[in-house]
């Protein structure tokens, strides 16, 4: 309700200036967002639904091609935690990564972390440098006596895989949308915890109308943490997320396959935008 908020100056500039391009891509499916892509199908060009856009171009591009180089990522992956999750039971392991950008105050990140350590279960935490506002706090040492042999720390890791491998059962994310399709494509439940801008919307549809997420308090309490894991690990209200995310999984497998309606939209891109009006197409891989 800012006046001043950045977020919503950028939109109030951006918006009317969509009516003039020649066509508005969006990194979504058709079965995922139905009836906003209705809505917006009225007031802007032509719509072209391509994604999720990870998944479309791992069906669609050779592995020779400069594409399979872009990715999403501001800082490079490890992929120790990929070796960690090996090996371990199915659906086990709390997945933990708040984004590139979100920043959190000492007492959250202390809340979070016993929060974690008192639900029992295993956990993959992507603590990356800036996620503290006033600098990275010190865990204390009893926390890390309290995760040792069972939880693994890391500063960034290849989420993508992480969110399809087996061990992983329930994300407990920021809400960003590349995380969210990211989450959806792996078939995992998510526990929001949305910061800024589409975060906040993002956290909604899970969490009310897509019936795959449940939400944590602005206000971070360790108790609230654990049983909201806890539920959504073990729960009733955590069993019908995952048949849910299960579904919408499905839906996005088959629009982004060759045959899909992504790739269509795609192919429909290129020919009526791109080459009807003769706009140079330029792939740069660095």
């Not at 440098?129 to 890390?144: E, H, I, N, Q, S």
Request: glycine letters at 8%; one cysteine or more; proline letters at 6%.
């Amino acid at each position: 309700m800012d006046p001043d908020d950045i977020m919503f100056n950028f939109f109030i500039h951006e918006i009317p200036a969509m009516s003039q391009a020649s066509g508005v891509v969006i990194n979504t499916w058709d079965e995922l967002d139905a009836p906003l892509l209705d809505a917006m199908s009225k007031l802007l060009p032509p719509v072209y639904t391509v994604g999720p856009l990870h998944l479309t171009a791992r069906n669609n591009v050779p592995k020779e091609s400069p594409v399979t180089g872009i990715g999403s990522n501001l800082l490079k992956e490890q992929d120790a935690a990929l070796r960690w999750l090996d090996g371990r039971p199915p659906r086990s392991v709390v997945h933990v990564n708040f984004g590139s950008t979100t920043v959190m105050s000492k007492d959250h990140m202390l809340e979070f972390a016993w929060g974690l350590a008192n639900t029992g279960y295993a956990f993959l935490w992507n603590v990356r440098p800036g996620l503290v506002k006033d600098g990275m706090v010190a865990l204390p040492p009893d926390f890390y006596a309290a995760m040792e042999g069972r939880s693994m720390l890391s500063t960034w890791c290849p989420q993508q895989e992480v969110l399809e491998h087996e061990a992983v059962g329930v994300f407990l994310t920021h809400c960003g949308w590349n995380s969210s399709l990211e989450g959806i494509c792996g078939g995992v439940p998510m526990v929001c915890w949305p910061f800024f801008s589409e975060q906040l919307t993002n956290c909604r549809y899970k969490c009310t109308e897509w019936g795959i997420g449940m939400e944590i308090g602005d206000d971070v309490r360790r108790t609230e943490v654990e049983a909201v894991l806890r539920e959504a690990m073990e729960g009733k209200k955590g069993r019908e997320m995952r048949r849910r995310v299960l579904e919408l999984r499905e839906s996005a497998v088959a629009s982004a396959r060759r045959d899909g309606r992504s790739m269509r939209n795609v192919d429909s891109l290129i020919q009526e935008v791109l080459l009807a009006s003769n706009m140079p197409i330029k792939l740069v891989n660095k």
